[in-house]
């Protein structure tokens, strides 16, 4: 049995018409011989709907009833368009992340895959053509519905390939695939025919909203090949693939330029410069499951010094509470936070084997007038925290400094 794993965005399921065209892939593939496992999202603006009616009947909903009312958006997508497959004669049947399951922990609203159970899909495409299956949600061990964070229809469906092994998967958006930035900031950004995982997972943790990070990291460890194409073109798309030897010899240094503007600065001033202070922090901030990203402290003088990180902005008050207390217990100076920065990030695999890369970005940065407020780095990445304003400029300066409208890239 040949299985492929199609999974279509919100826009590409938003109305009836564009469910036809999600159709027709669906078509297409089966024209192929392949049994299909088609992944939903809720269709366009349905999350979000959700959300807001949530927040009006309750300032702090119950996680667990929040899951169970975002996963209805999904409920709905799959079975209208499960009606369209078989108003066409395509033997189809939706189904919920329950009903496999798709066993999850307890993490609402961000619960991460624990298992799948594989043979339900393939019991399932002995009678069916076409499963119809519901993205973003699984299922806890105590049967309480559970969602997979923003994005996670993507996750969802890499994770189904894994468990189905030897199995490619197709994510269908609203794109030709992955750029060497955001098209509509540089309309000279070129397509990617080929990126590593390794690239594909800093672009999404940087802020490139192709893929969410979690689906690229399942690809990776079980090695599903992830194409990235356009529900309303036939255009080949991005391949998402595992780096090979022989491509070494034609890796270029720089890949794509990603920039994300949901970054938040706070710094804990005054420090006392000791043992203990560092895991003082960010130890409660890990428990609050607040994701820090960038960290700097600043040299020490007089035994004294200032911690800086970025979060997101939908974790700045938790934040700034923990820190306020944490500065309070250490005897710190204060608290101070700044809201209007985005980073901007040189992502490569490229990188291991060229020298000068950060000097290059900083001395682009330089030229352009643009002040960089705090850097990390990775192996195949370098990331500037910029002042906001400034960030459209740092993109079209960086992707013209590495000639990304130019070269033909892997």
């Known amino acids: 049995?040949?299985?492929?794993?199609?999974?279509?965005?919100?826009?590409?399921?938003?109305?009836?018409?564009?469910?036809?065209?999600v159709r027709g892939k669906v078509e297409g593939a089966l024209a192929e011989g392949f049994k299909v496992v088609v992944v939903l999202s809720a269709r366009s603006g349905q999350t979000n709907k959700l959300i807001e009616m949530a927040h009006q009947w309750s300032d702090e909903p119950d996680p667990a009833e929040y899951d169970a009312l975002l996963a209805t958006g999904e409920q709905e997508s799959i079975a209208l368009f499960?009606?369209?497959?078989?108003?066409?004669?395509?033997?189809?049947r939706s189904i919920l992340g329950y009903q496999v399951p798709i066993l999850t922990d307890d993490s609402y609203n961000a619960a991460r895959i624990i298992s799948i159970e594989a043979d339900y899909f393939r019991s399932e495409l002995e009678k069916y053509d076409v499963i119809v299956m519901a993205g973003f949600q699984g299922v806890t061990a105590d049967k309480r519905i559970t969602t997979l964070g923003r994005g996670g229809s993507d996750t969802s469906a890499v994770a189904i390939a894994a468990a189905l092994g030897s199995c490619?998967?197709?994510?269908?958006?609203?794109?030709?695939?992955?750029?060497?930035?955001?098209?509509?900031?540089?309309?000279?950004?070129?397509?990617?025919?080929k990126i590593y995982y390794e690239e594909m997972l800093e672009m999404a943790s940087m802020g490139a909203k192709v893929l969410q990070i979690r689906s690229v990291e399942f690809a990776k460890k079980f090695n599903v090949p992830v194409w990235v194409r356009s529900t309303f073109t036939n255009e080949p798309g991005t391949l998402v693939t595992q780096e090979e030897d022989d491509d070494m010899m034609e890796l270029y240094m720089v890949s794509g330029i990603a920039f994300d503007k949901d970054q938040v600065r706070i710094t804990l001033l005054g420090v006392p410069d000791r043992p203990g202070i560092s895991a003082a922090l960010f130890v409660p901030l890990a428990e609050n499951d607040i994701l820090v990203d960038m960290i700097v402290q600043k040299a020490s003088r007089d035994g004294i010094t200032d911690m800086t990180y970025t979060v997101s902005h939908r974790d700045l008050k938790r934040a700034l509470a923990i820190t306020e207390d944490v500065c309070a217990k250490i005897e710190g100076l204060g608290v101070e936070h700044d809201t209007k920065v985005a980073k901007v990030s040189v992502i490569g695999v490229g990188m291991r084997n060229h020298s000068g890369v950060a000097a290059q970005a900083f001395t682009a940065l330089h030229n352009a007038d643009i002040n960089i407020i705090m850097i990390s780095t990775s192996e195949i990445k370098i990331s500037c925290l910029i002042l906001?304003?400034?960030?459209?400029t740092a993109v079209k300066t960086l992707h013209t400094t590495?000639?990304?409208?130019?070269?033909?890239?892997v």
């Not at 794993?5 to 009836?16: C, I, N």
């Not at 490619?168 to 025919?193: F, Q, S």
């Not at 906001?388 to 459209?392: F, G, M």
């Not at 590495?402 to 890239?409: H, R, S, V």
């Open 1 to 21: 049995m040949k299985i492929l794993v199609q999974k279509f965005g919100g826009s590409s399921v938003a109305d009836l018409e564009c469910m036809k065209k």
């Open 82 to 92: 499960a009606m369209l497959l078989r108003q066409a004669g395509i033997k189809a």
């Open 168 to 193: 490619d998967c197709h994510i269908y958006t609203d794109v030709d695939g992955v750029y060497t930035t955001d098209p509509r900031m540089v309309p000279e950004a070129r397509l990617i025919p």
């Open 388 to 392: 906001e304003e400034h960030i459209e």
């Open 402 to 409: 590495f000639a990304l409208d130019k070269q033909e890239t």
